[in-house]
């Protein structure tokens, strides 16, 4: 089993994606959120194929439901779906994935606020 907990930003509703390999090439997908679209993707994601994970956005089953339920395009939460599928069943390794922004608006406040929570 693999989770992954996934903090979007801004919006605030956090996600978590548990995946367990069922079969060879099939994999179970949980995923809970605080977001009404993304707990939508709960019932349409149980089951898929693993490698899924590593087709192109617009054959991927979970780019395609995330599309059906409404999820904007820069929602970071269909990614650590895939990202969880691919670690639980050996397609990657287990490394954490990060985006971190800098701008001239704010790159004082975030290195200070990143100082203190370290």
């Known amino acids: 089993m693999t989770r992954a907990i996934t903090n979007p930003g801004i919006c605030g509703f956090v ?3 548990k995946v367990i ?3 060879k090439q099939r994999v ?3 995923i809970v959120s605080d977001c009404e ?3 939508k993707l709960r019932g349409s994601l149980t089951e898929l194929d693993a490698w899924d994970s590593l087709k192109g956005i617009t054959d991927s089953e979970v780019h395609r ?3 059906r339920f ?3 395009s820069t929602c970071p939460v269909p990614i650590p779906i895939l990202k969880t599928i691919e670690v639980e069943t050996g397609l990657a390794l287990c490394r954490d994935v990060v985006i971190h922004f800098e701008t001239s608006k704010h790159d004082r ?3 200070k606020n990143s100082v203190e929570r370290k």
């Open 109 to 111: 406040l975030h290195v």
């Open 37 to 39: 679209k993304v707990s």
């Open 28 to 30: 179970s997908v949980d």
């Open 21 to 23: 390999k069922s079969g």
């Open 65 to 67: 439901q995330a599309s």
């Open 15 to 17: 996600t978590t994606i």
């Open 70 to 72: 409404g999820l904007h």
